[in-house]
């Protein structure tokens, strides 16, 4: 193996949402069409990491600001760096 590191290529949009909200924000990302996948980050926080490719991360953000319609209460936090995920 060579000694280079392999980069994640990936952005990751954080958002708050109730924690009885979790499982429907769940739902609808998985409905997109691979546009993202989602992680919990700690169980009973209702922090969400939502995971993107780079060419789809404005897209996704667009997306995210619709759910508002659907998910009272979810909050956008924002960009979350790696360094921040215990992945």
Do not use: Y
């Amino acid at each position: 193996m060579s000694g280079r590191k392999k980069e994640v290529k990936a952005r990751i949009l954080t958002v708050r949402v109730p924690i009885n909200e979790v499982g429907f924000l769940n739902s609808l990302v998985d409905g997109l069409d691979r546009v993202a996948l989602t992680r919990t980050r700690k169980k009973g926080e209702g922090i969400v990491d939502i995971i993107a490719s780079p060419d789809r991360f404005e897209e996704l953000k667009d997306i995210v600001e619709g759910f508002k319609r659907h998910i009272r209460g979810l909050e956008v936090i924002g960009e979350a760096n790696f360094d921040e995920l215990d992945f």
